[in-house]
C-alpha cells in the first residue's frame, strides 16, 4: 500500500511519468502516419484498437496482482522506461516489415493470411502500451492519495507530446519520428529515483538501451510504400527522380519527374477533336503516396488538347467573364480557363502545397505567371458568404482534383453548400461538378440526388429544368443552371457530346426516343446480379429517377442521402445493417468505404475488450470484492467517462478538421489542447477532492452547458471566422475547446480518489474501464456520425455525462 508520504508528491517524481505519456501519444500518433503512408489512413483506427488494448490489459494485470506490484514498485519504476525504449524501437521495427496487403483483404482466398498479418501488429505494439499502461497504473497506485495531480501530469504528459509531435512533422520524414521520440523514455528512466537501484546504474542503462533502441529502428526498420499506391508505381520506374520533399501534419508531399508523368485528364478517343494536339507533360504531386495534382513543367501551358476534353463544355457554352474555380488542377485549369477568354477568375486552393506550388512553385516546378485576371486565394469552400461577395459568376467550376485533396473540399457538396453556389451563378451560368464512375458507379447516383436537393435549396421548385448531366467511360458531369437550361442550349450540350462520343444522361431526348450509347456502363450493385440488355443506360435511368425523387431503380441497396454540413460524408454508401450482404460482395466495395467497415471491426473488438475488463472484479477474493451496488456504479461512472470524453473529443476533431483544412493538424491540435486543459480540470479537482458530489455536479453541469451552446453557436461562429488567418483560428479554437475540456478533467480524478485502502487495487481497473470505453467510442461516434450526424455527438456526450453526474461510485471508500 501506498505509504503517507506520497500525501506529498513533489513535481519532480512525476517529471518520469510526464515523459512516458508525452513518449506514448507521440509513439501512437507516429504510427497512425506510418500507417497513412505505408498504406491507407483509415487502417490508423487500428493503432488506436491495439494501444488501448495494452493499457486496459495493464489496467486488469495491475489489479488482479496489486500487492505484488506495491511490493515490487522500487524495482519497476526505473526498469519500466528503459523495457519501453526496446519495446517501442523493436516494435516499430517488427510493424514496418509486415507484408499487410490491404487489398487482399477483399479477396475471399487471401484475406486469412491477412488476418495474421494484423495479428503480428498487434504483437508488435501491444508490448510498449501494455508496459506504458503498468507504469502509469504504478504511479496511480504509488501516489493514490495525490491522484488529482497525478492524472494531470499523465494529461499534461500526453497533450503535449501531441503538440510536439505535430512540431516533428513539419522537418522530420514520417519515418523517422519513432527515432526521435526514444529520448523522452530514457530520460524518463535518467529522471526515476529509486532505492533498490544505483542512480548509476540506471543511467548508464538508459542511455545504452537508447543507443540500442536507436541502432533498432536505424537497421531493422524498413518502413515502405505500399505497392498498390499511385505513387509506387512512377516512383519505380526507369529515371524517376523525386525532385523536392515537403514534410508537414497533412502529409508527406513528394515532386515527381518520369516518363510516365502527364495531365490526368478526361478527353475524348475522337483524334479529329484532338487536331494533333498532345497532353502536356507535367510533374506528379502526391501526398503520403497518393497522387495530388498534375504540375505543369514550363510557365506557359500549349492548352489546344482542352477543345476535346470532358471538363470544357461550360466555357464553350458561354466564355466566362468571371469564373470561380474550386482548385486549379495544379494550375493547368487556370490555363485552360484563360485559353477560352476568361476575363476574371477567382481560384480557391486550400491546401498550403498546392496553393504555394502555384504562387511560388515547388522545386523546378514554376509558379504560374503573374496576371492581373488571377486570383489565387486560401479561402474555404465552405464560407460561401465571402466567396459570393466576388460574384455572380458565369461559371462555377469544381475540379475532380479538388475533391480527392480532403474531407474540408469534399463538404463542398453539402446540400447547403450546392444552393449557395448555385445562387451565385448569373442567369445562365453553370455549376460543374465532377463524379468519378471508374470503378463505383454509386457515388454518381447520389450525387444525382444531392444536385436536386441542393437546386431546391436555392428555391428551385422544378430541378430537372436546371440540370444537365453528360459522361464519358470514366468521369460524369453534372452542370447546374439558376435559369432553366434552353433548347438551344441543349442542343449545344448533344452536339458538343456527340462530336467527342460523350454520352448525355439527362435529360432525356424531348421525343421520348433513346440516345445512341457511345460508352457501355456496367451496373456496380450489390443485389442485382443479371446483366443489362445491350445499348442500355442504366446511370440515365438512374438520373431520371433522382432527379425526380424516385426510389433508385438499380441501386435502391445503398444509402443515398445527400450530405449536409452536418453529415458531410459524401462516400459512406454502404448499409452496414446488410453487412451480410456487404462482405459477401467485399471485392466490389472501394476503398473510400472500407474505413466504415474497418470502424465496425474496431467497434466489435473493443466490446469484446470492455466485456472483459469490466468482468475483472469477479475475479478477485472474497473479502476483497466490491459491493455490488458500488461495483455497478464503478462501472456506468467511468464507462460512461470513457465514453462522453472521446465523443465530445471526435467532434471537435470533426469541426477543426474542415476548419483548418487539415486532418492530422487538427487532431494534433484539439488532442493537446483538450488534454492539456484536462490535466488543468484534474489539478483542480485535487483541490476540492473533500467535495467530489459539489464539484462533479459543477463540472458536468459546465459541459451540459457547453454542449448547448455548441450546438446552436459552433456552426455559425467557424463558418463567420473561416477566412481569418491561421493563427487567429487555432486560437479561435483554443478558446472553444478550453472551457469544457477543464470541466472534462475534473471527473476523472474526482472519481479515481474514491479508491484506496483496502480498495486501492480497483483504482487500476477503473482506470482500465475507461481506457476499454474509449476505444468503443472512437468507432462509435465515426458511425454516429456519418449516420445521424455530427451533432448527434454533442447530445450523446450530454447524455452519457448526465449519467455520469448520478453515478459517482460513494465519496470515500475505506
Not at 519515418?175 to 530514457?186: G, Q
Not at 444552393?419 to 471508374?438: A, F
Request: aromatic residues 10%; proline residues 7%; charged residues 15%.
Amino acid at each position: 500500500m501506498a505509504s503517507d508520504a506520497s500525501k506529498d508528491v513533489p513535481a519532480a517524481r512525476l517529471y518520469p511519468l510526464f515523459l512516458v505519456c508525452l513518449a506514448s501519444i507521440a509513439y501512437e500518433i507516429s504510427l497512425t502516419r506510418f500507417f497513412a503512408i505505408a498504406s491507407w489512413s483509415e487502417y490508423g483506427y487500428w493503432v488506436i484498437s491495439m494501444t488501448m488494448a495494452g493499457l486496459a490489459a495493464s489496467g486488469v494485470m495491475a489489479s488482479l496482482f496489486s500487492r505484488s506490484l506495491t511490493r515490487s514498485l522500487p524495482f519497476l519504476l526505473p526498469l519500466l522506461p528503459i523495457l519501453m525504449l526496446l519495446a517501442a524501437a523493436l516494435g516499430w521495427a517488427w510493424v514496418t516489415v509486415v507484408p499487410f496487403n490491404p487489398l487482399e483483404l477483399q479477396n475471399k482466398q487471401l484475406w486469412y493470411d491477412q488476418l495474421l498479418n494484423i495479428a503480428q501488429y498487434y504483437a508488435a505494439i501491444f508490448p510498449f502500451f501494455f508496459m506504458v499502461g503498468l507504469y502509469v497504473s504504478a504511479n496511480f497506485v504509488l501516489y493514490n492519495q495525490r491522484i488529482g495531480r497525478v492524472y494531470a501530469f499523465d494529461l499534461a504528459g500526453a497533450g503535449l507530446g501531441a503538440a510536439l509531435l505535430l512540431a516533428l512533422m513539419f522537418f522530420v520524414h514520417p519515418f523517422w519520428l519513432v527515432a526521435c521520440l526514444l529520448p523522452a523514455l530514457a530520460l524518463a528512466a535518467w529522471l526515476e529515483l529509486s532505492p533498490v537501484w544505483p542512480r548509476l546504474r540506471v543511467r548508464i542503462g538508459a542511455l545504452a538501451m537508447l543507443v540500442v533502441a536507436e541502432l533498432a529502428t536505424l537497421l531493422l526498420a524498413q518502413p515502405r510504400i505500399n505497392e498498390y499506391k499511385e505513387v509506387f508505381a512512377p516512383m519505380n520506374t526507369q529515371g524517376a527522380q523525386v525532385l523536392a520533399t515537403i514534410t508537414s501534419p497533412k502529409g508527406l508531399y513528394q515532386l515527381l519527374d518520369n516518363f510516365t508523368e502527364r495531365l490526368d485528364t478526361d478527353i475524348s478517343n475522337n483524334p479529329e477533336v484532338m487536331a494533333g494536339a498532345t497532353m502536356p507533360k507535367a510533374y506528379g504531386l502526391y501526398a503520403d503516396g497518393n497522387r495530388l495534382a498534375s504540375l505543369p513543367r514550363e510557365p506557359q501551358v500549349d492548352t489546344r488538347y482542352f477543345v476535346a476534353a470532358l471538363d470544357s463544355l461550360p466555357y464553350r457554352l458561354r466564355a466566362p467573364k468571371k469564373a470561380l474555380l474550386l482548385g486549379a488542377a495544379g494550375g493547368f485549369r487556370i490555363h485552360e480557363a484563360l485559353r477560352v477568354e476568361a476575363k476574371r477568375l477567382v481560384v480557391l486552393e486550400p491546401d498550403n502545397a498546392l496553393r504555394n506550388a502555384l504562387t511560388r512553385g515547388i522545386g523546378p516546378a514554376p509558379p504560374f505567371p503573374t496576371d492581373d485576371r488571377v486570383s489565387i486565394r486560401d479561402t474555404s469552400p465552405l464560407a460561401t458568404g465571402v466567396i459570393a461577395r466576388d460574384g455572380p459568376f458565369d461559371v462555377i467550376d469544381v475540379t475532380r482534383e479538388f475533391l480527392a485533396q480532403s474531407d474540408t473540399n469534399r463538404a463542398a457538396l453539402s446540400v447547403e453548400v450546392l444552393g449557395d453556389y448555385v445562387r451565385m451563378l448569373k442567369p445562365g451560368g453553370t455549376l460543374s461538378i465532377p463524379v468519378s464512375i471508374r470503378e463505383f458507379t454509386v457515388y454518381a447516383v447520389k450525387m444525382f440526388a444531392t444536385v436536386r436537393e441542393g437546386l431546391r435549396r436555392a428555391g428551385i421548385a422544378e430541378p430537372d429544368k436546371h440540370v444537365v448531366i453528360y459522361r464519358s467511360a470514366w468521369n460524369v458531369r453534372i452542370l447546374l443552371s439558376a435559369t432553366p437550361w434552353t433548347p438551344e442550349a441543349i442542343a449545344a450540350v448533344e452536339k458538343f457530346c456527340d462530336e467527342r462520343s460523350f454520352d448525355i444522361v439527362f435529360p432525356p431526348k424531348r421525343d421520348g426516343t433513346k440516345r445512341a450509347v457511345y460508352n457501355e456502363l456496367p451496373v456496380i450493385s450489390f443485389d442485382i446480379t443479371e446483366a443489362q440488355p445491350a445499348g442500355s443506360d442504366p446511370i440515365s435511368e438512374e438520373a431520371q429517377a433522382a432527379i425526380a425523387g424516385k426510389v433508385s431503380p438499380y441501386h435502391a441497396f445503398f444509402k443515398l442521402t445527400p450530405p449536409s454540413l452536418d453529415r458531410p460524408y459524401f462516400n459512406a454508401v454502404l448499409p452496414l445493417t446488410r453487412i451480410e450482404t456487404i462482405l459477401d460482395r467485399i471485392e466490389l466495395v472501394p476503398r473510400e468505404e472500407l474505413v466504415y467497415l474497418i470502424n465496425l471491426a474496431v467497434l466489435a473488438q473493443a466490446l469484446v475488450i470492455a466485456a472483459l475488463v469490466l468482468l475483472m472484479p469477479l475475479l478477485t477474493r472474497r473479502g476483497d470484492a466490491l459491493p455490488i451496488g458500488r461495483f455497478a456504479k464503478s462501472v456506468v461512472y467511468f464507462a460512461g467517462l470513457g465514453l462522453g470524453f472521446l465523443t465530445l473529443e471526435i467532434y471537435l476533431i470533426e469541426k477543426a478538421s474542415q476548419y483548418l483544412h487539415d486532418r492530422v493538424f487538427a487532431f494534433g491540435l484539439v488532442l493537446a489542447a483538450m488534454l492539456v486543459c484536462s490535466g488543468i480540470g484534474s489539478l483542480f479537482a485535487e483541490r476540492v477532492r473533500a467535495k467530489p458530489r459539489t464539484w462533479l455536479g459543477i463540472a458536468v453541469v459546465t459541459v451540459l452547458v457547453w454542449c448547448e451552446l455548441a450546438f446552436v453557436g459552433l456552426d455559425p461562429l467557424l463558418i463567420a471566422t473561416a477566412t481569418e488567418p491561421l493563427p487567429i483560428r487555432v486560437a479561435i479554437l483554443v478558446v472553444v475547446t478550453l472551457p469544457v475540456s477543464i470541466a472534462l478533467g475534473m471527473p476523472m480524478a474526482l472519481g479515481l480518489g474514491q479508491f484506496y485502502g483496502n480498495r486501492l487495487a480497483f483504482l487500476p481497473w477503473a482506470w482500465a474501464v475507461n481506457g476499454a470505453c474509449s476505444i468503443i467510442s472512437t468507432p462509435l461516434a465515426n458511425l454516429l456520425a456519418i449516420s445521424v450526424g455530427l451533432k448527434s455527438l454533442l447530445l450523446l456526450g450530454a447524455a452519457l455525462y448526465a449519467i455520469v453526474a448520478v453515478s459517482l461510485p460513494a465519496d470515500r471508500i475505506r
